[in-house]
């Protein structure tokens, strides 16, 4: 009895000691996994991060061209535009045409081509006359001077001058604007037979119509100096 008593302390002895050895063996199998776990995880995660490569997609930049100095500026010289000169009339109207000596050259032809531009000369801009277009010109000045329209009325012959037999003539000096109107503010008598036949070339002068003066290809006013003669048919 005594010696199974001491045999069951021995077993409870051992069964306690194998239980220590076994907690403590697992305790270190645990320890050494989580351990192994832990450097399992940051072994993946280094082998992660060295695996990872960045490309680098931004468009590299075209090395810019360096700044070539500007081309010299090649200066040409400017042809002045050829012109053309308008003589004026002067402000008071002779009641005669000047004398004029057509053995002297007065002007240059190439100064009145009316090519160009207004109020220059043949040799350029800038030295002719400037040119005032209300200022009437003589018919020498001109280059297509003032002609009666095709249809315009004439002056009629007075009935009591035509009975009695009596001729005479008129010679009056208007101004015919651009329109081919006559301005009657301008008229004047420089000769005249008789008053019957002034007071008929007076009424008909506002209904005639003329073909304007030209100079440069434009119209202008033009001094005119027109004689009216009355004879009768015989």
Do not use: W
């Not at 002045?80 to 000596?101: H, N, S």
């Amino acid at each position: 009895m005594f010696n199974n008593l001491l045999e069951t302390r021995k077993k409870k002895e051992r069964s306690l000691g194998g239980s220590i050895a076994s907690i403590v063996l697992h305790a270190v199998i645990v320890s050494g996994a989580v351990y192994a776990t832990l450097n399992a995880g940051q072994s993946d995660d280094r082998a992660k991060v060295e695996d990872v490569k960045f490309v680098d997609n931004t468009p590299k930049e075209e090395p810019k061209p360096k700044d070539e100095p500007p081309p010299e500026k090649v200066v040409t010289a400017i042809t002045p535009p050829k012109g053309f000169q308008v003589l004026t009339a002067p402000v008071e109207i002779p009641d005669v045409i000047p004398d004029v000596d057509l053995t002297k050259k007065a002007t240059d032809e190439s100064d009145f081509t009316g090519k160009g531009v207004a109020g220059g000369t043949g040799k350029g801009v800038g030295n002719g006359p400037p040119i005032d277009s209300n200022q009437p010109f003589f018919e020498f000045q001109v280059e297509k001077p003032v002609v009666p329209a095709p249809g315009s009325p004439t002056p009629r012959y007075p009935e009591i001058l035509r009975s009695a037999g009596v001729e005479g003539e008129v010679l009056a000096q208007f101004v015919v604007d651009t329109s081919g109107r006559v301005e009657m503010s301008s008229f004047k008598v420089l000769k005249s037979t008789h008053d019957m036949f002034t007071s008929s070339v007076r009424n008909a002068l506002p209904n005639m119509r003329f073909i304007p003066a030209e100079v440069g290809g434009r119209h202008v006013k033009q001094l005119v100096q027109q004689p009216y003669v009355f004879n009768i048919s015989k």
